[in-house]
């Protein structure tokens, strides 16, 4: 398959693959943009590969796992310029949007684990594999990710029902 057939076919899943990883839509757009960019001179290899679509999504895990780092973390305000507040909380805002927030407060490698183990459906061992650790830190993190959010959540103003 041509790059250009790869991205018409795969583009959207990529981009909510993105926006689950980064919790930020226009984020995941410039890291999937950027992450084809860099991709696109080496795509007859890739190609040749067995599952060309993993590798373009271990690319974007990367990415976007090193701009939580810092590389790209640094806003630059102008002078007098401040970050805008915090909307209040609505009271009829519905517990999908709670826990988004609340995911996108973990840490990076927290929230990582979270996207791939219950959006891309992967084992520990893959998990490992991709984020380049071990499986006990792949269950460390996950352990941890979900006790923060059960935290978070029993702390909130109006607690989520309780799920599995």
């Not at 401040?82 to 999908?96: G, I, K, N, S, V």
């Not at 006790?147 to 599995?164: F, G, I, V, W, Y």
């Amino acid at each position: 398959m041509i790059f250009e057939e790869f991205v018409a076919a795969r583009l959207s899943a990529l981009l909510r693959y993105a926006t689950v990883l980064t919790c930020d839509p226009h984020l995941a757009e410039d890291v999937v943009q950027d992450v084809l960019l860099r991709l696109q001179p080496r795509w007859d290899r890739i190609d040749a590969m067995a599952q060309p679509e993993a590798y373009v999504k271990r690319a974007i895990l990367n990415e976007t796992l090193a701009w939580r780092r810092g590389r790209w973390a640094k806003v630059l305000l102008m002078r007098g310029e401040t970050l805008p507040e915090e909307p209040a909380p609505e009271p009829d805002r519905d517990d999908r949007e709670i826990l988004l927030r609340l995911i996108a407060d973990l840490p990076p490698k927290q929230r990582a684990v979270l996207v791939l183990r219950f959006y891309e459906g992967l084992s520990d061992a893959e998990i490992a594999d991709l984020l380049d650790c071990g499986q006990a830190a792949v269950r460390s993190n996950s352990s941890r990710a979900v006790a923060s959010l059960r935290a978070a959540l029993a702390r909130s103003d109006r607690p989520m029902e309780a799920s599995t």
